[in-house]
């Protein structure tokens, strides 16, 4: 211990990898291209159907598939990357990821597709998890909010990207040019993550938890695909009923597993943490309102205000760009210390609510008060997104940060699930009871449209289709704006309720100095985490020195 605290420079800054920020350059194009595959083909359901012969429920897999694969195994990827190494799980991931594109982009059948994006799905888990833990790894307490800052503005860049490259992609070249691109990526990621990216694990010699492993995979599964068939099928319907049921059934009897075996894959004994709790809860309805809001805006250009595709991905990218712009200049991190974490989110929340509130009652009738609202969610999620990610990361102990990491991509998969589901239903609700006598019972714009007779019907049903979505963004805002209270009291009770330095307080930073020699794998030298109470991380692990 005495070597990490001597000598007047900060206790982390002599072991800064020279190389770290090449190593988050490497790992966030990895994470782009991750997170492009999930809206990226999209744009490619007309090509699909005309070219393959492929049915809506074809149509359905090939889109859903990916998803559901990564979010069952984003916890069981991220136990994998801090038992077997997280550079090799990255390494792993990126062939895996490049294979399967390569598969995707050369599929004759709707059959092969769905398979390739599943392989597909299988290497984004292992890239989403490995990739935030490297982050940890590799970066100390000084620089590491700055470094989440940028790998998680590659979120929202992702958000925003994905229509707008598709679209090009598409006008150019055939549909397998949206997996094609993944490729060179993933060799150059490849081989940078060989070179560059130090090893590090935690080799505390337990056996594998794979019972636990399934049963998270069946829960998240469960819950992801009711979530995404709730809004086509109905969601009082036998098949998102029952998904629902084993979803729930299934994460259930995995907490209760994970309580009764003594080296549990996700200790649940975190969720005693406030902390832990608070940045949970926040994490939560950030994406949420992310995910629900990107859901409502594309309807809101394309059906609303009559943008094309391309259009409507263009005037959707200056959410994406004031989120890249602040992260990349570090003004949240300036703030930070300033406002602390709970005033953070409240700060960040409070401006994501009111960018979709702009956007509710400015924007109904033309981009002006659209982009304004843009704009502001822009700098919410700048300032809540990270802040959130780090508090999740900072309340779990270092060695479990492939982990952490799992939690953090699981939060984010169901936050944007459940907001594309719920604001979805109030869209849907609000639009169903406006709508004039004459299209009554049309299940969707387009239905409405055919059932009008007059021009003053077809005003009426675009009406009601407009205030279905101003009455869903308001939803929004207010369940993001009450989140971002609930999570920043949650998180300044756990501050005045830390123990003082050296007693264990989630807050400390003793768990960072894990990270002095990550080439050296220092959590293999520390001894076997107890895991018996995650609030105290820092005296849990022994010093390498």
């Known amino acids: 211990?005495?070597?990490?605290?001597?000598?007047?420079?900060?206790?982390?800054?002599?072991?800064?990898?020279?190389?770290?920020?090449?190593?988050?350059?490497?790992?966030?194009?990895?994470?782009?291209?991750?997170?492009?595959?999930?809206?990226?083909?999209?744009?490619?359901?007309?090509?699909?159907?005309?070219?393959?012969?492929?049915?809506?429920?074809?149509?359905?897999?090939?889109?859903?598939?990916?998803?559901?694969?990564?979010?069952?195994?984003?916890?069981?990827?991220?136990?994998?990357?801090?038992?077997?190494?997280?550079?090799?799980?990255?390494?792993?991931?990126?062939?895996?990821?490049?294979?399967?594109?390569?598969?995707?982009?050369?599929?004759?059948?709707?059959?092969?597709?769905?398979?390739?994006?599943?392989?597909?799905?299988?290497?984004?888990?292992?890239?989403?998890?490995?990739?935030?833990?490297?982050?940890?790894?590799?970066?100390?307490?000084?620089?590491?909010?700055?470094?989440?800052?940028?790998?998680?503005?590659?979120?929202?860049?992702?958000?925003?990207?994905?229509?707008?490259?598709?679209?090009?992609?598409?006008?150019?070249?055939?549909?397998?040019?949206?997996?094609?691109?993944?490729?060179?990526?993933?060799?150059?990621?490849?081989?940078?993550?060989?070179?560059?990216?130090?090893?590090?694990?935690?080799?505390?010699?337990?056996?594998?938890?794979?019972?636990?492993?399934?049963?998270?995979?069946?829960?998240?599964?469960?819950?992801?695909?009711?979530?995404?068939?709730?809004?086509?099928?109905?969601?009082?319907?036998?098949?998102?009923?029952?998904?629902?049921?084993?979803?729930?059934?299934?994460?259930?009897?995995?907490?209760?597993?994970?309580?009764?075996?003594?080296?549990?894959?996700?200790?649940?004994?975190?969720?005693?943490?406030?902390?832990?709790?608070?940045?949970?809860?926040?994490?939560?309805?950030?994406?949420?309102?992310?995910?629900?809001?990107?859901?409502?805006?594309?309807?809101?250009?394309?059906?609303?205000?009559?943008?094309?595709?391309?259009?409507a991905g263009l005037r959707m990218a200056p959410l994406a760009l004031m989120v890249v712009a602040l992260n990349f200049t570090g003004l949240g991190v300036k703030l930070l210390p300033k406002l602390g974490t709970p005033g953070m989110i409240v700060v960040g929340m409070s401006l994501l609510a009111g960018g979709l509130t702009a956007i509710a009652t400015l924007g109904s009738d033309s981009y002006g008060g659209m982009l304004l609202g843009l704009l502001l969610m822009g700098v919410g999620v700048a300032f809540a997104m990270p802040t959130m990610a780090n508090a999740i990361m900072s309340s779990i102990p270092v060695e479990k940060a492939g982990v952490g990491a799992g939690v953090n991509g699981t939060l984010m998969e169901f936050g944007q699930g459940l907001g594309v589901a719920v604001l979805g239903a109030v869209l849907n609700s609000r639009f169903a009871a406006l709508l004039p006598a004459v299209a009554l019972g049309a299940g969707s714009l387009p239905a409405a449209l055919a059932m009008a007779r007059t021009d003053a019907d077809r005003a009426a049903v675009h009406d009601a289709f407009a205030s279905g979505i101003g009455a869903s963004q308001l939803v929004g805002a207010a369940a993001v704006f009450l989140g971002g209270l609930l999570a920043a009291f949650l998180l300044r009770r756990a501050e005045r309720g830390a123990p003082a330095p050296g007693t264990g307080a989630p807050e400390s930073a003793a768990p960072a100095e894990e990270t002095v020699r990550p080439e050296a794998d220092p959590a293999a030298t520390s001894e076997p985490d107890p895991a018996a109470d995650p609030v105290r991380p820092g005296p849990t692990a022994a010093r390498p020195e």
């Open 1 to 311: 211990m005495s070597s990490v605290a001597s000598g007047a420079a900060p206790p982390l800054s002599p072991a800064r990898n020279p190389t770290r920020w090449l190593i988050l350059a490497v790992i966030c194009l990895a994470q782009l291209t991750v997170l492009l595959d999930n809206t990226v083909l999209n744009v490619a359901v007309p090509s699909l159907t005309e070219e393959m012969g492929a049915t809506t429920a074809d149509v359905q897999w090939m889109l859903n598939a990916y998803s559901l694969v990564q979010s069952g195994l984003l916890l069981t990827a991220g136990n994998a990357a801090d038992r077997y190494g997280r550079k090799k799980m990255l390494a792993l991931g990126l062939v895996l990821f490049g294979v399967a594109s390569l598969a995707a982009a050369l599929a004759q059948s709707p059959g092969q597709l769905i398979a390739a994006r599943a392989g597909m799905g299988v290497g984004g888990a292992l890239l989403m998890t490995t990739t935030l833990a490297v982050v940890m790894q590799i970066f100390d307490d000084a620089e590491r909010p700055k470094a989440i800052g940028i790998w998680s503005s590659v979120n929202s860049l992702g958000f925003a990207a994905g229509p707008l490259i598709g679209g090009t992609l598409l006008a150019h070249y055939w549909w397998g040019s949206l997996f094609l691109i993944n490729i060179p990526v993933a060799l150059i990621g490849f081989v940078a993550v060989l070179r560059l990216v130090p090893e590090s694990k935690s080799s505390n010699g337990d056996r594998p938890d794979l019972v636990g492993a399934l049963l998270s995979m069946i829960g998240m599964v469960g819950v992801v695909f009711a979530i995404i068939s709730g809004p086509g099928s109905g969601w009082l319907s036998g098949r998102v009923l029952t998904s629902a049921a084993v979803g729930v059934v299934g994460l259930a009897v995995f907490a209760l597993w994970e309580l009764r075996i003594p080296n549990p894959m996700l200790d649940m004994h975190f969720f005693r943490n406030s902390r832990f709790i608070g940045a949970v809860s926040g994490g939560i309805l950030v994406a949420f309102g992310l995910g629900g809001s990107m859901f409502l805006l594309t309807q809101h250009l394309q059906l609303v205000l009559g943008y094309g595709p391309l259009e």
